[in-house]
């Protein structure tokens, strides 16, 4: 007797149900924090205010539900501690999801100066390449910022030639070129602190960087663990409510697979019946 | 001859590129980044043969009304008014052919390209990436079957996962002492992950590898010239 | 009195100088471009510390500003090898007095070999010879042992199936471009499968998303025809560009399979969030599916929803093993070797960390 099936519809309506009433109806449901994100958090905590930092919006509108956040978090963390960000994408879309993250900024640190507190270089194409380049000499691969500004007439990035005067560096990665390039060059070539945010969906291929070495200092991988920083830094926001639906869709898939089970089970006992 | 010529460029510049690893002296240094932006500027030129044969191929479904050329006509107008909205008006800072097209701005709020970008390109990419969700669903449903002991663990670990990685997972352990956090579902679930999950990346990713590496002498000692249409 | 204050003010001014420790030397393993300076003021408790460099018409620029009181610091900006550079360093109070300053000179140098590499370049070496030697034992006739890999077995399958269903055959070389080993090992497969596709006169399709892997797949595919004596069945437009954008490629590739249907698809290369939505579709289709890919998050999603999957360094050894040329297989034999040596490596460091002896850890350690 063959397994009975489930048409693949019904699964599709089910998971659209779950994901989206959680978002209109929020739950609520409490969050835990994992040692992967505490490292990231400490990172930030343990720089000293009025250093320099550099964060890589390395993705795109697609995958902005899961990183988004976390450049939101980040940022605001950086900002609340006084320290300088540079912004930069090696996604040619990564730019926007910066200055989306800019407008957000803005409102709520208006004292933040554009080009004291932080600056947008914008996109170079290159991936590898032009994080090498940078690690060499950054002023060759951004001569100026993405308005323009000539890098030399920007207060914050006077004496910022290399990696060497960059506390650490954070890549929102959503996959190549991205974090891993950002691990290569960054951490192992010039030996910088680097972490980094990734989807859930990419996590298991990153984790392993996240090592004795030290080669990535903690790992923000999907949604959840942009919930848990927005917990760390008491400031719920885009991510704890997205983790609702996430639980219930999780929940859904988790049913399913219970189905399949119990209809493959009945399969195997009506097979052996049968004999 | 044909083949020869590249077989020896490839030759010359893998060696190099192998040498400026290790000597950082001038000009091997040097020469390794300068490869390395020749190769930025070949595919800056080469996006145009991409864009050559996307118009090419849909052009000719429609000229021979080819099944489904509707979909072409839909391509070829969506890249003709991005980039056409883009060189016209500019996009956010950047000045277009014809300014920045303030009177346009006041009606729609931002530059056409800018509010195509904002207003379609971005929700089509979410959209195409959120059916990840849906196909997951599916493929799990397919794939979690307790047929074996090594399907039942890979059910538990999968299941132990997944609710660890959600707030319900807190939610359902949050109850256990302290004394035994481990058990907590988050935990659990950060444990597979950090542990065997990373041990099986990392056989995978050491043996890919030793292939690369593999590949490359291949192609740099001229054996491997499949790529070239070679054998 | 007033002259004695002064004595004992410049007194101990010149006796905290002696305590600020400042030095510059050159930065090791680079192409001479870098300056590393290094202080230790400690003892003379200034609020911050000031570097400029001073520069040969009398100018000065600053190059540092730092509260640690102890720290290093690596300047690459305006370095010449061979060309001496003079820096001072200021240790000032809360309010801006120098307490103590002292003057440096440095000539950077440019080195031969990356000292820091050493590991690397013993390992590589290893590496290579092992892999030279199994290529060169090879081609003298030395007979070499490779498993069957079922998922190369299945090309001859997918093409009996597409001719006889009349159906095409979908290849996608992944979504990276050629700097990436996983394409080329892609393109490697599209050449023999091409070919076979010729000789079975089954219809094939190739989108890209790269034009350099455009051009290169189009040369691979009409070798190939003419490998097999078809030149004249060779269609250019079976090799065609959608776009660079991942998921819009993903959009066009899923509409390729839902109208066209092919009999099998070939998803072989670097593949990211892409990989679950191309083989569902493919799955849902009824097309026999094969793929390969060195992405280990991607395994997972490709092993659930098609019929046979390369896995990591199976998709590398493709290209040999289909060529069966024994020089090509020689190299895979290298590589088990090297991953023979890794693997005592491996053991070796495990136990010597646990035995708390380091020194393999950090040799192996690229700084």
């Known amino acids: 007797m063959a397994q009975k099936t489930i048409d693949r519809r019904w699964i599709f309506l089910l998971i659209f149900i779950g994901v989206a009433l959680p978002l209109i109806f929020i739950i609520g449901l409490p969050i835990e924090t994992t040692e992967n994100v505490r490292m990231v958090y400490e990172m930030v905590e343990n720089t000293p205010p009025g250093s320099t930092v550099l964060i890589s919006y390395d993705f795109d509108p697609a995958s902005r539900p899961e990183l988004y956040p976390m450049g939101l978090a980040l940022v605001e963390h950086c900002f609340q501690r006084d320290i300088k960000v540079i912004f930069t994408a090696l996604w040619p879309m990564g730019v926007q999801m910066a200055e989306d993250v800019l407008d957000v900024m803005r409102q709520k640190f208006p004292n933040k100066e554009y080009g004291v507190d932080y600056v947008n270089v914008g996109f170079k194409a290159g991936g590898i390449v032009t994080v090498q380049a940078m690690g060499k000499n950054f002023r060759e691969v951004y001569p100026s910022d993405m308005n323009g500004t000539p890098i030399s007439e920007i207060p914050m990035l006077r004496g910022v030639k290399n990696f060497d005067n960059l506390a650490f560096l954070f890549s929102l990665s959503a996959g190549s070129p991205g974090i891993k390039e950002w691990v290569q060059i960054g951490h192992d070539t010039y030996g910088r602190p680097t972490s980094g945010g990734v989807t859930g969906v990419s996590a298991p291929s990153i984790l392993p960087y996240v090592n004795e070495q030290q080669q990535l200092t903690g790992l923000l991988a999907g949604l959840k663990a942009a919930a848990e920083y927005e917990f760390l830094m008491d400031s719920p926001g885009l991510a704890t409510s997205g983790m609702d639906a996430q639980s219930i869709a999780h929940l859904i898939i988790i049913i399913f697979i219970i189905i399949a089970n119990v209809n493959y089970w009945r399969a195997n006992k009506a097979e052996k019946g049968g004999k | 001859m044909k083949r020869n010529i590249p077989l020896i460029i490839t030759f010359l510049v893998g060696i190099t590129v192998i040498f400026s690893e290790f000597i950082p002296h001038y000009p091997f240094g040097m020469l390794s980044g300068e490869l390395e932006n020749w190769f930025l500027i070949i595919s800056g030129f080469a996006i145009l043969l991409g864009q050559l044969s996307l118009f090419k191929v849909n052009i000719l479904k429609i000229k021979f009304k080819k099944e489904n050329w509707q979909y072409s006509v839909i391509t070829l107008i969506s890249v003709v008014v991005m980039i056409g909205t883009g060189l016209l008006w500019g996009t956010k800072d950047n000045t277009g052919i014809l300014g920045n097209g303030d009177q346009i701005i006041a009606v729609m709020g931002s530059k056409p390209f800018d509010y195509l970008f904002d207003n379609v390109y971005q929700h089509l990419q979410a959209t195409m990436f959120s059916l990840l969700a849906f196909f997951i669903a599916s493929a799990a449903y397919r794939a979690f079957i307790a047929r074996t002991t090594e399907s039942n663990l890979l059910l538990i670990a999968a299941i132990l996962v997944m609710l660890g990685n959600t707030s319900l997972g807190s939610f359902l352990t949050s109850w256990i002492p302290e004394a035994i956090s481990f058990l907590h579902l988050p935990k659990l679930a950060e444990f597979i992950m950090k542990y065997p999950t990373t041990a099986g990346q990392r056989a995978i990713m050491i043996g890919a590898g030793l292939g690369i590496i593999g590949s490359s002498l291949r192609i740099i000692l001229g054996i491997e010239r499949s790529y070239l249409g070679g054998k | ?367």
């Not at chain 3, 192409?31 to 003892?43: C, F, M, Q, T, V």
């Not at chain 3, 690459?76 to 001072?88: E, L, M, S």
């Not at chain 3, 896995?311 to 040329?325: D, P, V």
């Not at chain 3, 495990?350 to 393999?360: D, K, T």
Request: glycine letters at 8%.
């Open chain 3, 1 to 367: 009195m007033r002259k004695f204050l002064i004595f004992l003010f410049l007194f101990s001014a010149v006796l905290w100088a002696q305590n600020l420790d400042f030095t510059a030397e050159d930065n090791p393993n680079d192409d001479g471009s870098a300056i590393l300076l290094k202080w230790n003021a400690a003892e003379i408790g200034a609020a911050t510390l000031r570097i400029t460099k001073l520069e040969e018409n009398g100018d000065t620029t600053l190059v540092y500003l730092s509260s640690d009181v102890i720290g290093q610091y690596i300047l690459g900006d305006g370095i010449q090898p061979k060309v001496p550079a003079n820096f001072r360093l200021q240790a000032l109070d809360v309010t801006g007095n120098i307490l103590a300053e002292k003057e440096v000179t440095a000539v950077a140098k440019a080195q031969w070999f990356n000292t820091n590499k050493i590991s690397l370049l013993i390992m590589a070496i290893i590496l290579t010879a092992a892999i030279v030697y199994y290529i060169f034992s090879a081609r003298s006739g030395k007979e070499l042992y490779i498993r069957k890999i079922a998922g190369l077995e299945s090309i001859d399958e997918s093409v009996g199936r597409a001719t006889e269903m009349g159906r095409p055959i979908l290849f996608i070389p992944g979504t990276l471009d050629l700097d990436d080993m996983q394409t080329i090992s892609g393109l490697s497969i599209l050449s023999k499968l091409a070919q076979r596709a010729a000789e079975y006169e089954a219809r094939l399709i190739v989108p890209v998303c790269r034009s350099m892997v455009l051009s290169t797949a189009k040369e691979v595919v009409k070798e190939a025809y003419l490998r097999a004596g078809r030149p004249d069945a060779y269609d250019p437009d079976a090799v065609f560009y959608l776009t660079d954008d991942q998921f819009g490629f993903v959009a066009g590739v899923d509409g390729i399979i839902v109208r066209e249907k092919p009999a099998a698809n070939f998803f072989l290369g670097a593949f990211y969030a892409e990989s679950l939505i191309l083989a569902e579709t493919g799955f849902a289709s009824g097309s026999i599916q094969t793929a390969g890919t060195a992405m280990p998050s991607q395994l997972p999603f490709f092993v659930v929803a098609c019929d046979y999957t390369l896995i990591g360094e199976e998709l590398f050894a493709a290209s040999a093993y289909l060529s069966k040329e024994p020089h090509q297989l020689g190299s895979l034999k290298g590589q088990d070797l090297g991953k023979a040596i890794f693997l005592v490596v491996l053991t070796l460091g495990i136990f010597l960390e646990i035995i708390g002896v380091h020194f393999l850890k950090d040799f192996l350690t690229i700084h």
